[in-house]
Protein backbone atom coordinates (compact mmCIF):
# COMPACT_ATOMS: atom_id res chain seq x y z
CA UNK A 1 0.00 0.00 0.00
CA UNK A 2 1.24 3.48 -0.77
CA UNK A 3 0.39 6.10 1.34
CA UNK A 4 0.94 9.90 2.32
CA UNK A 5 1.88 10.63 6.12
CA UNK A 6 -0.51 10.85 8.91
CA UNK A 7 -2.73 8.28 8.27
CA UNK A 8 -3.99 7.44 12.16
CA UNK A 9 -4.48 3.80 12.93
CA UNK A 10 -8.28 4.50 14.16
CA UNK A 11 -11.14 7.04 12.76
CA UNK A 12 -14.19 8.21 14.19
CA UNK A 13 -17.90 6.66 12.34
CA UNK A 14 -21.31 7.51 13.09
CA UNK A 15 -22.77 4.19 13.81
CA UNK A 16 -26.51 3.60 13.83
CA UNK A 17 -27.55 1.34 15.99
CA UNK A 18 -31.21 0.83 15.55
CA UNK A 19 -34.32 3.99 14.73
CA UNK A 20 -33.04 6.78 16.84
CA UNK A 21 -29.71 5.21 17.82
CA UNK A 22 -26.89 6.71 16.74
CA UNK A 23 -23.25 6.60 18.52
CA UNK A 24 -19.63 7.82 17.29
CA UNK A 25 -17.30 5.27 17.75
CA UNK A 26 -13.76 4.20 16.97
CA UNK A 27 -13.19 1.72 14.28
CA UNK A 28 -9.88 0.87 12.20
CA UNK A 29 -8.98 2.63 9.19
CA UNK A 30 -9.54 0.30 6.13
CA UNK A 31 -6.93 -0.58 3.96
CA UNK A 32 -7.92 -0.05 1.01
CA UNK A 33 -8.02 -3.37 -1.32
CA UNK A 34 -6.88 -4.36 -4.84
CA UNK A 35 -7.62 -1.39 -7.22
CA UNK A 36 -8.62 0.60 -4.09
CA UNK A 37 -7.71 4.08 -2.73
CA UNK A 38 -8.30 5.42 0.93
CA UNK A 39 -10.12 8.79 0.75
CA UNK A 40 -9.85 11.37 3.85
CA UNK A 41 -13.73 12.07 4.19
CA UNK A 42 -14.05 15.87 4.28
CA UNK A 43 -17.89 16.33 3.10
CA UNK A 44 -20.69 14.58 2.93
CA UNK A 45 -24.63 15.29 2.35
CA UNK A 46 -27.16 14.13 4.09
CA UNK A 47 -29.84 12.41 2.03
CA UNK A 48 -33.89 11.70 2.56
CA UNK A 49 -32.45 8.10 2.50
CA UNK A 50 -30.45 8.44 6.06
CA UNK A 51 -32.92 10.36 7.57
CA UNK A 52 -35.17 7.36 6.85
CA UNK A 53 -32.54 4.72 8.18
CA UNK A 54 -32.05 6.97 11.05
CA UNK A 55 -36.21 7.07 11.93
CA UNK A 56 -37.29 4.30 10.99
CA UNK A 57 -34.47 1.69 10.35
CA UNK A 58 -35.04 0.70 7.18
CA UNK A 59 -36.41 1.76 3.79
CA UNK A 60 -38.83 -0.54 2.14
CA UNK A 61 -37.27 -4.30 1.63
CA UNK A 62 -33.81 -2.88 2.84
CA UNK A 63 -33.85 -3.19 6.79
CA UNK A 64 -30.84 -1.90 9.01
CA UNK A 65 -30.11 -5.46 10.97
CA UNK A 66 -26.95 -4.84 12.43
CA UNK A 67 -24.78 -1.88 12.95
CA UNK A 68 -24.66 0.61 10.18
CA UNK A 69 -22.56 4.24 8.83
CA UNK A 70 -24.92 5.99 7.29
CA UNK A 71 -24.16 8.43 4.41
CA UNK A 72 -23.42 8.41 0.67
CA UNK A 73 -23.16 11.84 -0.86
CA UNK A 74 -18.97 11.86 -0.16
CA UNK A 75 -16.15 13.63 -1.31
CA UNK A 76 -12.24 14.03 0.07
CA UNK A 77 -8.49 13.29 -0.48
CA UNK A 78 -7.05 10.23 -1.63
CA UNK A 79 -4.37 9.34 0.57
CA UNK A 80 -3.49 5.67 0.22
CA UNK A 81 -3.84 3.72 -2.79
CA UNK A 82 -4.32 -0.67 -2.48
CA UNK A 83 -1.96 -2.80 -4.93
CA UNK A 84 -2.72 -1.84 -8.27
CA UNK A 85 -4.10 1.31 -7.97
CA UNK A 86 -3.08 4.52 -9.88
CA UNK A 87 -0.12 6.02 -7.80
CA UNK A 88 -1.00 8.91 -9.20
CA UNK A 89 -4.12 9.90 -7.09
CA UNK A 90 -2.37 10.63 -4.35
CA UNK A 91 -3.56 13.63 -2.84
CA UNK A 92 -6.37 14.74 -5.04
CA UNK A 93 -9.65 15.50 -4.33
CA UNK A 94 -12.10 13.29 -5.18
CA UNK A 95 -16.07 12.62 -5.51
CA UNK A 96 -17.37 9.23 -4.21
CA UNK A 97 -20.06 7.71 -6.72
CA UNK A 98 -21.29 5.51 -3.53
CA UNK A 99 -22.01 2.21 -5.97
CA UNK A 100 -19.56 -0.69 -6.83
CA UNK A 101 -21.26 -3.14 -9.04
CA UNK A 102 -19.78 -7.06 -10.03
CA UNK A 103 -19.13 -5.44 -13.46
CA UNK A 104 -19.78 -8.92 -15.13
CA UNK A 105 -23.98 -9.47 -14.64
CA UNK A 106 -25.84 -8.98 -17.72
CA UNK A 107 -26.64 -5.66 -16.61
CA UNK A 108 -22.98 -4.30 -16.01
CA UNK A 109 -22.03 -5.49 -19.56
CA UNK A 110 -24.30 -3.54 -21.27
CA UNK A 111 -23.57 -0.35 -19.36
CA UNK A 112 -26.85 -0.60 -17.28
CA UNK A 113 -24.60 -1.15 -13.77
CA UNK A 114 -27.16 0.96 -11.98
CA UNK A 115 -29.43 -2.07 -11.99
CA UNK A 116 -26.18 -4.58 -11.11
CA UNK A 117 -28.36 -7.25 -8.84
CA UNK A 118 -25.07 -7.44 -6.78
CA UNK A 119 -24.78 -3.95 -6.25
CA UNK A 120 -22.79 -2.74 -3.07
CA UNK A 121 -24.04 1.05 -2.13
CA UNK A 122 -22.84 2.95 0.33
CA UNK A 123 -25.16 3.13 3.72
CA UNK A 124 -27.52 0.68 1.87
CA UNK A 125 -27.63 -2.56 4.14
CA UNK A 126 -25.20 -3.89 4.94
CA UNK A 127 -22.97 -1.70 3.52
CA UNK A 128 -21.30 0.93 5.60
CA UNK A 129 -21.61 4.09 4.35
CA UNK A 130 -19.35 7.80 4.46
CA UNK A 131 -20.53 9.32 8.22
CA UNK A 132 -16.59 8.56 8.96
CA UNK A 133 -12.93 9.78 8.81
CA UNK A 134 -11.42 7.35 6.00
CA UNK A 135 -13.38 5.42 3.27
CA UNK A 136 -11.74 2.69 0.87
CA UNK A 137 -13.51 2.76 -2.49
CA UNK A 138 -12.74 1.40 -6.11
CA UNK A 139 -10.29 4.00 -7.74
CA UNK A 140 -13.18 3.73 -11.09
CA UNK A 141 -15.44 5.55 -8.66
CA UNK A 142 -13.30 7.72 -7.20
CA UNK A 143 -13.71 10.80 -9.53
CA UNK A 144 -11.33 13.35 -9.62
CA UNK A 145 -12.29 17.05 -9.36
CA UNK A 146 -11.13 20.89 -10.44
CA UNK A 147 -10.28 22.75 -8.53
CA UNK A 148 -12.69 25.07 -8.86
CA UNK A 149 -15.50 22.63 -7.23
CA UNK A 150 -15.78 23.26 -3.50
CA UNK A 151 -15.24 20.05 -1.55
CA UNK A 152 -19.31 20.69 -1.05
CA UNK A 153 -19.66 20.81 -4.72
CA UNK A 154 -17.79 17.56 -5.06
CA UNK A 155 -20.05 15.77 -2.46
CA UNK A 156 -23.11 16.71 -3.93
CA UNK A 157 -22.67 15.81 -7.27
CA UNK A 158 -24.28 12.43 -6.22
CA UNK A 159 -27.42 14.70 -5.98
CA UNK A 160 -26.50 16.31 -9.07
CA UNK A 161 -26.24 12.53 -10.71
CA UNK A 162 -29.46 11.14 -9.79
CA UNK A 163 -31.05 14.61 -11.48
CA UNK A 164 -28.61 13.98 -14.53
CA UNK A 165 -30.12 10.76 -15.31
CA UNK A 166 -33.67 11.56 -14.89
CA UNK A 167 -33.20 14.02 -17.48
CA UNK A 168 -31.52 11.94 -19.53
CA UNK A 169 -34.25 8.99 -19.01
CA UNK A 170 -36.94 11.62 -19.55
CA UNK A 171 -34.33 13.02 -22.95
CA UNK A 172 -35.12 16.70 -22.19
CA UNK A 173 -34.05 19.17 -24.85
CA UNK A 174 -34.37 22.37 -25.94
CA UNK A 175 -38.00 23.39 -26.20
CA UNK A 176 -39.07 20.95 -23.81
CA UNK A 177 -41.51 22.35 -21.22
CA UNK A 178 -40.71 20.78 -17.65
CA UNK A 179 -42.87 20.11 -15.04
CA UNK A 180 -40.81 19.33 -11.64
CA UNK A 181 -43.21 18.18 -8.94
CA UNK A 182 -41.04 19.21 -5.03
CA UNK A 183 -38.46 21.12 -4.43
CA UNK A 184 -36.59 19.38 -2.24
CA UNK A 185 -33.01 18.97 -3.19
CA UNK A 186 -33.34 16.27 -6.53
CA UNK A 187 -36.24 18.76 -7.25
CA UNK A 188 -33.96 22.00 -6.94
CA UNK A 189 -31.16 20.23 -8.69
CA UNK A 190 -33.44 18.88 -11.32
CA UNK A 191 -34.58 22.47 -11.36
CA UNK A 192 -30.86 23.58 -12.21
CA UNK A 193 -30.25 20.48 -14.78
CA UNK A 194 -33.10 20.49 -17.09
CA UNK A 195 -32.45 24.41 -17.74
CA UNK A 196 -28.94 22.86 -18.41
CA UNK A 197 -30.30 20.50 -21.10
CA UNK A 198 -32.30 23.95 -22.58
CA UNK A 199 -35.62 23.17 -21.15
CA UNK A 200 -37.34 26.35 -22.16
CA UNK A 201 -39.52 26.40 -19.13
CA UNK A 202 -39.18 24.83 -16.44
CA UNK A 203 -41.94 25.07 -13.21
CA UNK A 204 -41.36 23.62 -9.69
CA UNK A 205 -44.52 22.80 -7.51
CA UNK A 206 -44.19 23.11 -3.61
CA UNK A 207 -45.74 24.30 -0.21
CA UNK A 208 -42.52 25.95 1.33
CA UNK A 209 -42.09 29.22 0.11
CA UNK A 210 -38.21 29.20 0.93
CA UNK A 211 -37.70 26.12 -1.29
CA UNK A 212 -39.83 27.79 -4.30
CA UNK A 213 -37.68 30.63 -4.06
CA UNK A 214 -34.56 28.45 -4.40
CA UNK A 215 -36.39 27.25 -7.74
CA UNK A 216 -36.87 30.69 -9.04
CA UNK A 217 -33.09 31.59 -8.61
CA UNK A 218 -32.55 28.24 -10.32
CA UNK A 219 -34.49 29.62 -13.59
CA UNK A 220 -37.42 28.18 -13.00
CA UNK A 221 -40.94 29.64 -12.69
CA UNK A 222 -42.45 28.43 -9.13
CA UNK A 223 -46.20 27.36 -8.27
CA UNK A 224 -47.31 27.59 -4.18
CA UNK A 225 -49.67 24.07 -4.69
CA UNK A 226 -51.04 25.29 -1.20
CA UNK A 227 -52.70 28.16 -2.82
CA UNK A 228 -53.05 27.24 -6.49
CA UNK A 229 -53.80 23.88 -7.72
CA UNK A 230 -51.88 22.75 -10.56
CA UNK A 231 -54.82 21.81 -12.31
CA UNK A 232 -55.42 25.43 -12.53
CA UNK A 233 -51.74 26.31 -13.27
CA UNK A 234 -52.25 26.18 -17.18
CA UNK A 235 -48.83 24.32 -17.69
CA UNK A 236 -48.62 21.75 -20.32
CA UNK A 237 -45.33 19.97 -20.19
CA UNK A 238 -43.74 17.97 -22.59
CA UNK A 239 -42.04 16.19 -19.77
CA UNK A 240 -42.67 15.69 -15.77
CA UNK A 241 -40.05 14.91 -13.37
CA UNK A 242 -41.91 13.31 -10.06
CA UNK A 243 -39.70 14.36 -7.40
CA UNK A 244 -42.17 14.24 -4.17
CA UNK A 245 -42.92 10.88 -4.00
CA UNK A 246 -45.96 11.69 -2.99
CA UNK A 247 -48.68 9.12 -4.94
CA UNK A 248 -51.54 11.97 -4.89
CA UNK A 249 -49.20 14.50 -6.21
CA UNK A 250 -48.00 12.21 -8.64
CA UNK A 251 -51.44 11.42 -10.41
CA UNK A 252 -52.19 14.89 -10.67
CA UNK A 253 -49.23 16.20 -12.35
CA UNK A 254 -49.28 13.06 -14.86
CA UNK A 255 -53.12 14.27 -15.97
CA UNK A 256 -51.62 17.74 -16.96
CA UNK A 257 -48.39 16.15 -19.28
CA UNK A 258 -49.49 16.96 -22.81
CA UNK A 259 -49.88 14.29 -26.02
CA UNK A 260 -46.59 12.09 -26.44
CA UNK A 261 -45.00 13.60 -23.33
CA UNK A 262 -42.58 11.88 -21.07
CA UNK A 263 -42.90 10.79 -16.92
CA UNK A 264 -40.10 9.89 -15.10
CA UNK A 265 -40.45 8.74 -11.43
CA UNK A 266 -38.08 10.31 -9.43
CA UNK A 267 -39.13 10.67 -5.69
CA UNK A 268 -39.35 7.32 -3.53
CA UNK A 269 -42.78 7.21 -1.63
CA UNK A 270 -44.96 4.58 -1.40
CA UNK A 271 -44.84 1.36 -3.02
CA UNK A 272 -48.02 1.74 -5.29
CA UNK A 273 -49.67 4.86 -6.37
CA UNK A 274 -53.23 5.04 -8.57
CA UNK A 275 -52.04 5.85 -11.95
CA UNK A 276 -54.40 7.57 -14.84
CA UNK A 277 -54.40 4.81 -17.62
CA UNK A 278 -56.51 6.92 -19.82
CA UNK A 279 -54.56 10.18 -19.76
CA UNK A 280 -51.22 7.69 -20.41
CA UNK A 281 -53.24 5.64 -23.14
CA UNK A 282 -54.61 8.67 -25.18
CA UNK A 283 -51.99 10.88 -24.81
CA UNK A 284 -49.52 8.49 -25.24
CA UNK A 285 -47.44 8.71 -22.49
CA UNK A 286 -43.94 7.21 -21.80
CA UNK A 287 -43.82 6.37 -18.02
CA UNK A 288 -40.73 5.09 -16.47
CA UNK A 289 -38.91 5.07 -13.19
CA UNK A 290 -35.41 5.61 -12.20
CA UNK A 291 -32.75 3.79 -9.71
CA UNK A 292 -29.99 5.59 -9.02
CA UNK A 293 -27.69 6.63 -12.27
CA UNK A 294 -25.32 5.03 -14.52
CA UNK A 295 -22.23 7.21 -16.45
CA UNK A 296 -23.46 10.88 -15.05
CA UNK A 297 -20.31 12.04 -13.37
CA UNK A 298 -18.57 13.35 -15.91
CA UNK A 299 -21.52 15.58 -17.13
CA UNK A 300 -22.01 16.34 -13.63
CA UNK A 301 -18.54 17.90 -13.33
CA UNK A 302 -18.89 19.63 -16.31
CA UNK A 303 -22.26 21.29 -15.63
CA UNK A 304 -20.82 22.85 -11.99
CA UNK A 305 -17.25 23.70 -13.46
CA UNK A 306 -19.14 25.53 -16.69
CA UNK A 307 -21.53 27.68 -13.70
CA UNK A 308 -24.56 26.03 -15.35
CA UNK A 309 -25.63 24.01 -12.14
CA UNK A 310 -25.22 25.62 -9.03
CA UNK A 311 -25.29 23.60 -5.72
CA UNK A 312 -23.76 25.79 -3.24
CA UNK A 313 -27.27 27.28 -3.28
CA UNK A 314 -28.43 24.12 -1.73
CA UNK A 315 -26.40 23.85 1.55
CA UNK A 316 -28.41 24.95 4.09
CA UNK A 317 -26.59 23.60 7.69
CA UNK A 318 -22.94 22.28 8.32
CA UNK A 319 -22.65 20.24 11.64
CA UNK A 320 -18.76 18.06 12.63
CA UNK A 321 -19.22 13.99 12.57
CA UNK A 322 -19.55 14.69 16.40
CA UNK A 323 -23.08 16.33 15.63
CA UNK A 324 -24.57 14.08 13.00
CA UNK A 325 -27.62 13.05 14.73
CA UNK A 326 -28.55 16.92 14.72
CA UNK A 327 -27.83 17.09 10.88
CA UNK A 328 -30.14 14.63 10.34
CA UNK A 329 -32.99 16.13 12.64
CA UNK A 330 -32.89 19.04 11.41
CA UNK A 331 -35.41 19.40 8.88
CA UNK A 332 -37.81 18.51 12.04
CA UNK A 333 -37.47 21.73 13.58
CA UNK A 334 -36.20 24.11 10.85
CA UNK A 335 -38.29 25.09 8.14
CA UNK A 336 -35.69 26.75 6.34
CA UNK A 337 -33.36 23.19 6.42
CA UNK A 338 -32.84 21.89 2.27
CA UNK A 339 -29.42 19.90 2.92
CA UNK A 340 -27.63 19.70 5.74
CA UNK A 341 -23.73 18.61 5.16
CA UNK A 342 -21.49 16.58 7.69
CA UNK A 343 -17.69 17.47 7.97
CA UNK A 344 -16.04 14.46 9.36
CA UNK A 345 -12.72 16.03 10.26
CA UNK A 346 -14.04 18.16 12.10
Request: proline share 8%; aromatic share 4%; hydrophobic share 40%.
Amino acid sequence: MTTTSGIPATMRAAVLHGPGKLSIEERPVPAPGPGEVLVRVEAVGTCGSDVHYYRDGRIGDFVVRAPLVLGHEAAGTVVACGPGADERRLGRRVSIEPGTPCGSCGECRPGRYNLCPDMRFLATPPVDGAFCEYLAVHEDFAHEVPDALTIEEAALLEPLSVAVWACRKARVAPGDRVLITGAGPIGLVAAHTARAFGAREVLVTDVLPHRLALARAAGAAALDVSRTPLSEAEFTPTVLLECSGVPAVSGEAIRTVGRAGRVVLIGMGGSEAPLPVSRVQNYELELTGTFRYAHTWPTAISLVESGRVRLDSLVSHGYGLAEAESALTVATHDASAVKAVIYPQR
